[in-house]
């Protein structure tokens, strides 16, 4: 699992390098081991071996990501301090803690809040937010042996289940990418190539693809397309 959440994050960088120079320049040097390891137990939760590899990969970027632009958004992959300063801040400390629960009790098991319960995952376990996606958070959910991926919704405190693991997330953005799912035009912005991202995501994610997962891609697919169309629209 290591060596291929590795290998997405160094096409990235080699993408980055060739496309974005400026983005490649924006990531912070990993952490060790031993430093990310004892980051969680600070908050007193368990580090599963994907957060260590991510986070002796490189520590977070300076800022955010502007070739992000689809899925996920625009966004910036955050350094641990700030990771553990949010949960400390707003949820260790906070006695409301429902917002982090990965099972809402009040909802039947077909929502998608409680989307982790089709894939077998029965019990609540605690998330942490790991990029910033404006008032949306990548986060992930924090046991000792998994890392599935939501996007949380800070308003209405929405959780979907996008990726099945931290290592299916970058496989799917780096894929995207190398297959032309993410099509870089010629003014640098990028254009998404709806079936073939779909494709993409269903390859990586299959533990999602017949679940609610995959009624949220296709929202986001269909609000992309539309974006883009107005777009061409605009300048046509």
């Known amino acids: 699992m290591s060596e291929l959440l590795i290998n997405s994050l160094e096409y990235l960088i080699s993408f980055f390098d060739d496309y974005f120079p400026d983005e ?18 600070s908050i007193d939760l368990p580090c599963p071996d994907e957060i260590i590899t991510l986070y002796s990969w490189r520590n977070g970027t300076s800022s955010g990501f502007k070739s992000f632009s689809n899925f996920p958004p625009e966004f910036c992959f955050m350094p641990l301090h700030e990771v553990i300063e949010i949960y400390e801040n707003f949820y260790r400390n906070s006695d409301d803690l429902e917002c982090l629960d990965t099972i809402y009790q009040d909802y039947d098991t077909m ?11 029965n019990e609540n376990h605690r998330m942490i937010h790991f990029v910033n996606a404006g008032d949306q958070f990548y986060s992930v959910i924090v046991t000792a042996e998994n890392s599935y991926v939501l996007l949380y919704t800070e308003e209405g405190g929405g959780q979907d289940l ?3 693991s931290l290592t299916s997330m970058f496989q799917t953005i780096s894929a995207s990418y190398q297959e032309g799912a993410y099509i870089i035009r ?15 995501w269903e390859r990586y ?14 929202e986001y697919i269909e609000a992309q397309v539309e974006a883009q169309n107005e777009d061409d629209e605009l300048w046509a």
């Open 24 to 41: 490649e320049r924006i990531f912070l040097p990993g952490l060790s081991r031993e430093e990310v390891i004892n980051a969680f137990q």
């Open 111 to 121: 929502n998608t809040e409680n989307c982790l319960e089709n894939i077998g995952i």
């Open 162 to 164: 996008c990726f099945q």
């Open 186 to 200: 010629e003014d640098k912005e990028i254009e998404l190539e709806p079936e073939l991202f779909k494709s993409i």
């Open 205 to 218: 994610n299959p533990l999602l693809a017949q679940g609610p997962s995959s009624a949220v891609v296709d």
